[in-house]
């Protein structure tokens, strides 16, 4: 099955610098990669995600990466603030369908503090 | 849209009893439901995957006879963790797929089992 390695555990960063949270994935048939903000006790909430046809995506200080021929995508968030603080964590899965109906492989989580 | 609601928000339980854990789309039919559980300072790990009016596809090493997945309707999916034990304590979380990739999640059950 797909497995997904996410780095770093924590990241610690003063406010208005840059995050960058790296995934690798396994199968190369994945195709879809969403990454989730998570505030404690809260659902997983969707920030961004990308799928396999296109290298990256903006969506104003947030950007998301993709490399599949290494089987790794990225997240980079710009001009960081105090609420960005949280627990990030990206995913891969296959196309919705057939047997694998779209499950969701989770990365371990990175610990985003943002200091003012 | 596209609205996920779990009921109940906590629950504590006694060792022993059953718990049954509900998952609502409220505003769009769901084809496929899934079942997470996230212990502390973990990752959401897939518990199993649920389609309406067909047996639960459960991940390897989840016990289906403890974890039981009913999925009624397009609508509603529950999870019942039968004969709960303080192992079990944990965030339960489901979501809801229309049949793309796009997965939209219910906020969480909180299971404590004294």
């Known amino acids: 099955g797909e497995n997904v390695e996410q780095h770093p555990s924590t990241l610690s960063v003063q406010e208005g610098d840059s995050a960058v949270i790296k995934c690798t994935y396994s199968?190369?048939?994945?195709?879809?990669f969403p990454w989730y903000k998570q505030e404690l006790g809260k659902r997983p909430q969707l920030i961004i995600d990308?799928?396999?046809?296109?290298g990256e995506k903006k969506d104003q200080r947030i950007a998301v990466t993709l490399n599949k021929t290494a089987k790794h995508f990225s997240l980079h968030i710009t001009e960081t603030q105090p609420e960005d603080s949280a627990v990030y964590f990206c995913a891969a899965s296959m196309k919705a369908g057939g047997t694998s109906y779209g499950k969701l492989t989770f990365g371990q989580g990175t610990i985003l503090t943002v200091h003012p | 849209g596209a609205v996920v609601s779990q009921h109940p928000s906590r629950v504590i339980c006694k060792s022993g009893t059953s718990v049954k854990i509900e998952c609502r789309s409220l505003d769009f039919q769901a084809t496929t439901m899934f079942w997470y559980r996230q212990f502390p300072k973990q990752s959401l790990m897939l518990m199993a995957t649920?389609?309406?009016?067909?047996?639960?596809?459960?991940e390897q090493g989840v016990e289906k006879d403890k974890f039981l997945i009913n999925h009624a309707s397009l609508t509603l999916s529950t999870l019942t963790v039968t004969s709960a034990h303080p192992e079990d304590s944990s965030f339960y979380i489901c979501?809801?797929?229309?049949?793309?990739?796009?997965?939209?999640f219910g906020p969480g059950t909180r299971l404590t089992v004294l």
């Open positions: 199968d190369s048939a994945s195709n879809y």
């Open positions: 990308i799928r396999s046809n296109v």
């Open positions: 979501s809801a797929t229309q049949g793309r990739n796009e997965q939209f």
């Open positions: 649920s389609n309406e009016g067909s047996k639960a596809t459960y």
